[in-house]
């Protein structure tokens, strides 16, 4: 069985401080890894997947397979990346994703 | 070009009830897939449709179905309904299985 784990459910950093929403996971095989977005009052979107190693709105993720992880990281946090994140997981040939519970990141100005 | 596009965007219902969810997914997207999202489990995939065929089912109990026709448009179907039911419902579809759209969602309350 999957297992995705978001210890923090709620994190708060300043404005111009870097920030770092853990992900870890749980699973033998090759996983895909997602970071999905949900920003007040819209719907969940996609921010990243770690396939396409893209850097979305200044974030980056790297997959450690080592440690089973995949944090989300950006270097100076803006007050507009206040939302809810979550990290997800799909298993080789699976048609699903499995969800962690999601980080509340609040940015302070 | 229009996301996926869900119906209606709230429902209330009353215990014992059915109701049906629907879901359009993006022009040429031929999976649907559909969750559901609460404060206490988070998100929970129910199941999968691809090409009218059920892929995949989650852990949820025989009162929730689905199915897909054949413009890939989806709907849900929960039977004889339960307070715990509440819940948002989400919709996603996909043309490749790496990236997943979602809907706004349909927010059904059980009374």
């Given at each position: 069985a999957q297992r995705v784990t978001q210890p923090e459910k709620l994190l708060s950093v300043f404005k111009g401080a870097p920030v770092e929403l853990k992900c870890n996971y749980s699973y033998s095989g090759s996983p895909e890894l997602f970071w999905y977005v949900q920003y007040s009052r819209q719907r969940l979107q996609l921010?990243?997947?770690?396939?396409?190693?893209e850097s979305i709105k200044g974030f980056t993720a790297d997959l450690n397979k080592g440690e089973t992880s995949f944090h989300l990281k950006k270097p100076f946090a803006q007050e507009e990346d206040s939302a809810m994140y979550y990290c997800a997981l799909r298993a080789q040939g699976a048609q699903k994703l499995v969800f962690g519970q999601g980080t509340r990141l609040t940015i302070n100005p | 070009k229009a996301g996926v596009t869900q119906t209606p965007r709230y429902l209330i219902k009353t215990r014992g009830q059915q109701v049906t969810l629907s879901c359009s997914p993006i022009s040429g997207h031929r999976s649907v897939s559909w969750y559901q999202q609460t404060p206490g489990q988070g998100l929970q995939f129910l199941f999968e449709y691809f090409s009218e065929t059920q892929r995949n089912k989650g852990?949820?109990?025989?009162?929730f179905s689905g199915r897909q026709f054949s413009n890939s448009r989806s709907e849900m179907n929960v039977s004889?309904?339960?307070?715990?039911?509440?819940a948002l419902y989400l919709c996603a579809s996909s043309a490749d299985s790496y990236g997943y759209t979602f809907g706004s969602g349909t927010r059904l309350t059980v009374v």
């Open positions: 921010l990243l997947r770690h396939i396409s190693r | 852990n949820f109990p025989g009162r004889t309904l339960e307070l715990g039911d509440s």
